[in-house]
Each structure stands twice: as structure tokens, then as C-alpha cells.
């Protein structure tokens, strides 16, 4: 199993930049994909982001591809997302993921943190 805490979010200003972080513990980390979900009032949640085991493979949903950049640092086990320019409707909160195990599909996903709120102006 695995365990996520994010951090990194808050009131950030249109066109701003945003950095999220999320730390995981557990022994199995390295065996997980990794992804991003966020979740705005009134609506399902829905996937941000994946990054493979090792990095190197990336998918983005259509609504922040070319915004939003996901990577991994495995040896300090955490997981980012940045985003270069923010718009009021990013407005959610932002959970981390980890798949059950390799495959990134969205449906994977079974170990969640508590969530960061990002509220973009």
C-alpha cells in the first residue's frame, strides 16, 4: 500500500503559475503509476494526469494538455504537477493517486490523498 499527503495549493491569481506536491510513503511506491484527479464543487471527479512507474510515459486530459506538467522524483518519492497559467475554471481540489499498480488507465487508481484546494481568481 501507499500513503499521499499533497501540498501546494491555495488562492492563486489568473495566469499564474502553481506548483502541487504530493509525498508518498509505503514500499510499493516505485511499483505504482501515479496520477493527479481534481474535483470542483457540483461535479464528478474527474483524471488530471498520469506519469508511469519510472517517468518517462505522461497522459493529460484534453482540458490541460500544454498547461500542466506531471513528473516524479522517485528517489525523494514524490509526485508534482505545475501548471504555467492558470484559469478560474482549474478551480478544484486536486487529489494524488496511485494505481493499484503499473497500467495508468483511469479507472486504476485505488490510493488517494486528502486533497489540496487550488481557487484561482
Known amino acids: 500500500d501507499v500513503q499521499l499527503v499533497e501540498s501546494g495549493g491555495g488562492s492563486v491569481q489568473a495566469g499564474g503559475p502553481l506548483r502541487l506536491s504530493c509525498v508518498a510513503s509505503?514500499?510499493?511506491?516505485?511499483?505504482?503509476?501515479m496520477g493527479w484527479f481534481r474535483q470542483a464543487p457540483g461535479k464528478e471527479r474527474e483524471g488530471v494526469a498520469t506519469?508511469?512507474?519510472?517517468?518517462?510515459?505522461?497522459y493529460y486530459a484534453d482540458s490541460v494538455k500544454g498547461r500542466f506538467t506531471i513528473s516524479r522524483d522517485n528517489n525523494k518519492n514524490t509526485v508534482y504537477l505545475e501548471v504555467n497559467s492558470l484559469k478560474p475554471e482549474d478551480t478544484a481540489m486536486y487529489y494524488c493517486?496511485?494505481?493499484?499498480?503499473?497500467?495508468?488507465?483511469?479507472?486504476?487508481?485505488?490510493?488517494w490523498g486528502q486533497g489540496t484546494q487550488v481557487t484561482v481568481s
Open positions: 493517486a496511485a494505481a493499484v499498480d503499473y497500467i495508468c488507465w483511469w479507472d486504476r487508481f485505488r490510493f
Open positions: 506519469i508511469s512507474i519510472g517517468g518517462g510515459s505522461t
Open positions: 509505503g514500499y510499493t511506491y516505485r511499483r505504482h503509476c
